[in-house]
């Protein structure tokens, strides 16, 4: 007969040894949605104005994305709370309040931006107007997350990352010079101008983004939550084993994803709207319009239904991670599983925030400036989140036995310091 501890021992390995999607959720969709229309503009324009030598930039940001947002997730599954919970319980209120309104803001402004890109996008595809296509993806995006439970939820979110794929196919149907590629991504000539700089800043700040960890912590602890007999690793230390391996490969897979897909969408600008002397791109939908006489028929298919998919993504977390935030930070019940009616406050920060963006989005705001003063706010607040999860990894009030390893430390510290680095530049060229 098998003992307690035997059938416990069986069972993680069962779980380790899980088929290979079932291992992929909250990582695999926070990378997928750092691919959201406004980051497919940044990467289009770094590609048609300096072609194959923006391409290091995506090399250099996966280990270090993937140090932040593993550190992001074990602080959620091992505490078995969202960031901004964390924060107020260890943290002062100045702090907590200036960080949760920073993010608001530029979450609702970026949500705008990707709204409004949608509409362009459709428009391209369909015809009509595209502020009404705007409105209507704003709408849906809030439906779906109030009525839809977490569990059911998060199944449309997995199968929308396979729009990114469609960046992957553009580059597919165009003549490659690999030779200059690999030369371009590995031997780049890098420049101090003040517009190659400025590139590299926001490339890097669209790649490492604050919501980003907001949405990935909170998810794992809505993982925990859907999971019968599953709780936070300080009271159910024995799960560590499974639920740690888990969010490693699902990290490492879904900002790989995230990545290899920026560095498709960078190619495919470098070697069809770079080579041909289009070096100015101030949207995804103009990226996608300039390819179709360049790249044809498909790859400005390809190009513009991939804006559709990715905002469907991303608008869901940048609102959901907004709603986490303010969520934890005012101890409101906060969970995409629970009714309207049981997180009113939670659910009314999703609908006011897209709202707010669509309406952002049909106004007269300057779409670029709206991007870049996104942009400067989540460069702004990425040094002090990302400072204060490093100090929460640590700590053993926080993380019990579980905190973080030598090498997480070396990879978040890397990672603070590149985004340090980054805002100084950024506010340099201002």
Not at 99 to 108: D, E, F, G, H, Q
Not at 259 to 271: D, E, K, Q, R, Y
Request: glycine letters at 8%.
């Amino acid at each position: 007969m098998q003992t307690a501890a035997g059938k416990l021992d069986s069972a993680l390995d069962d779980t380790i040894e899980a088929p290979f999607l079932a291992k992929l959720g909250p990582g695999l969709i926070t990378g997928a949605a750092d691919d959201d229309p406004s980051g497919i503009a940044t990467y289009s324009q770094a590609g048609a104005q300096f072609g194959f030598n923006m391409l290091w930039t995506v090399l250099l940001t996966y280990p270090l994305m993937v140090g932040i947002q593993v550190v992001s997730a074990r602080i959620g599954r091992v505490s078995g709370h969202g960031l901004a919970t964390n924060i107020a319980r260890h943290y002062p209120r100045w702090l907590l309040y200036a960080i949760v309104s920073l993010l608001l803001i530029a979450n609702t402004i970026n949500i705008g931006a990707d709204v409004a890109a949608m509409g362009e996008a459709t428009k391209l595809l369909a015809g009509g107007p595209a502020h009404w296509y705007a409105i209507g993806f704003g709408l849906l995006s809030v439906m779906l997350q109030v009525l839809v439970p977490y569990h059911r939820y998060v199944r449309v979110l997995k199968w929308l990352t396979l729009a990114l794929l469609a960046y992957v196919a553009t580059v597919f149907v165009v003549h490659i010079p690999w030779q200059q590629v690999a030369v371009g991504t590995l031997l780049p000539h890098i420049s101090l101008k003040t517009e190659y700089v400025t590139t590299v800043v926001a490339v890097f700040g669209t790649t490492i983004s604050p919501y980003l960890f907001f949405w990935q912590a909170s998810q794992e602890v809505e993982d925990m939550r859907a999971q019968p007999g599953q709780h936070d690793l300080l009271q159910a230390p024995q799960q560590a084993r499974a639920s740690l391996h888990r969010i490693k490969i699902d990290t490492y897979i879904g900002m790989g994803f995230s990545n290899m897909v920026a560095f498709f969408i960078i190619l495919a600008t470098a070697v069809t709207l770079h080579m041909h002397g289009i070096t100015d791109i101030q949207s995804s939908a103009q990226a996608a319009q300039a390819l179709r006489p360049i790249a044809g028929e498909f790859a400005f298919l390809m190009f513009s239904a991939g804006i559709i998919g990715t905002g469907l993504l991303a608008i869901p977390v940048l609102a959901g991670s907004s709603a986490y935030a303010i969520a934890g930070a005012f101890h409101w019940d906060n969970s995409l599983e629970y009714t309207p009616a049981k997180a009113k406050g939670f659910y009314a920060v999703i609908a006011i925030s897209t709202l707010i963006g669509v309406i952002l989005s049909l106004s007269k705001l300057d779409p670029i400036k709206a991007l870049y003063w996104s942009a400067v706010i989540n460069g702004v607040i990425s040094v002090p989140v990302m400072v204060v999860m490093m100090l929460m990894a640590v700590k053993p009030e926080i993380m019990g036995q579980f905190v973080i390893t030598t090498r997480l430390k070396i990879l978040g510290w890397l990672a603070t310091a590149l985004m340090a680095l980054a805002v100084v530049a950024m506010l340099i060229t201002l």
